[in-house]
């Protein structure tokens, strides 16, 4: 029996990845190819009327109830950004974000070819009951300009090393529809760690870096969108989607 990812319920439909609501909203949006890589082979890129991906793993319960409720408080930010509007994103409007692109993150795991997922089962449901996000993630936002197709990247971050506490897993998501890019970063310790300890990332800066828009941990201030600068197409998106990758923290 196939058991949803987020409360153990029978997941007995596919359920959209991709949000219908947002797929229609999104510019551009229509009839086009599809192309994917699943680790380093390229599948058989393939047509379709609209952008969509079906997950087996979400119930209808969850996908109709929390998630669905969810998504209404997202959609206002959404069609400001998609229409090019100027928008201050205050601390609630942070934490939608940042919960929303969380279990973006989560659902797209349900592609991978096996069940060998990164975030756990406690904090999935965690984020479904009570709009938790789980202890050492940072949420980004960036405009990219050029780009109307959708994008996602998945990547495991290997062989970091805290002087502390030894190994520490990483994954990072990183997702554009169309103008609206999220990367998503979640820490793992291998010993347990304070969640409110500071958490320091060792690495070059990146010329990305003044695209992208922190909103999680929420910050105290307001928020102003879009950033100072852009994201130019896929090619910045993929740049994007590596900047964490062999680092240490």
Request: glycine share 6%; charged share 20%; net charge positive.
């Amino acid at each position: 029996m196939r058991q949803c990812m987020f409360c153990k319920g029978q997941a007995l439909t596919n359920e959209d990845a991709w949000p219908v609501w947002l797929m229609k909203a999104m510019p551009g949006a229509g009839p086009g190819t599809n192309y994917a890589t699943r680790g380093e082979a390229d599948l058989q890129p393939w047509r379709s009327q609209k952008p969509q991906q079906k997950v087996k793993y979400v119930c209808r319960k969850c996908n109709n109830g929390c998630i669905s409720k969810l998504e209404n408080r997202l959609k206002p930010i959404v069609q400001n950004i998609y229409n090019l509007k100027s928008v201050d994103l205050d601390s609630v409007s942070q934490m939608i974000l940042a919960v929303w692109s969380v279990k973006s993150a989560m659902v797209f795991e349900a592609l991978r070819p096996t069940q060998s997922w990164y975030f756990l089962d406690s904090e999935r449901e965690a984020l479904m009951k009570s709009l938790d996000v789980p202890s050492w993630t940072h949420v980004w936002v960036a405009k990219c300009i050029n780009y109307q197709g959708v994008f996602t990247s998945g990547v495991d971050l290997g062989g970091i090393v805290n002087t502390s506490s030894g190994p520490v897993k990483g994954y990072v998501t990183t997702l554009s529809f169309g103008p609206l890019a999220i990367q998503v970063l979640n820490i793992r310790f291998a010993t347990a760690t304070n969640p409110s300890a500071k958490l320091t990332i060792d690495r070059p800066a990146s010329s990305l870096d003044s695209a992208t828009l922190p909103v999680w941990p929420a910050q105290h201030q307001i928020v102003s969108w879009p950033p100072s600068s852009e994201l130019a197409g896929e090619s910045d998106l993929e740049a994007l989607s590596k900047r964490w990758v062999y680092h240490h923290i």
